[in-house]
């Protein structure tokens, strides 16, 4: 899993997660507004089923994390992906 979306080698952790089909990518530290454009891009097309949503809780809960989540223009799918399914299917839940 790569953490806090690879920060500062957000572009070679994409390119890893892309190549290995057991390497995944989360937020956890990140609010929306801040992810970087690449891995916006990444999660809405090719990327949707390896990045998974985190938080930083206690320091930022969740709730605060996903302020703005909007903005993402995620479709309904890739969405329940980013947000549970992806972790469901990566821990086994």
């Not at 920060?7 to 057991?22: F, V």
């Not at 990140?30 to 992810?35: E, F, G, M, Q, S």
């Amino acid at each position: 899993m790569g953490g806090h979306i690879g920060y500062p080698w957000c572009a070679e952790m994409i390119s890893l997660a892309t190549k290995y089909p057991n390497v995944y990518i989360d937020t956890s530290a990140y609010k929306v507004r801040r992810y970087p454009r690449e891995l916006v891009d990444y999660l809405r097309t090719h990327g949707r089923k390896k990045v998974l949503f985190g938080s930083n809780h206690p320091a930022w809960p969740a709730k605060d994390c996903l302020q703005e989540l909007e903005t993402l223009e995620l479709d309904a799918e890739t969405q329940e992906l980013f947000l549970y399914r992806n972790a469901e299917r990566v821990f086994s839940v």
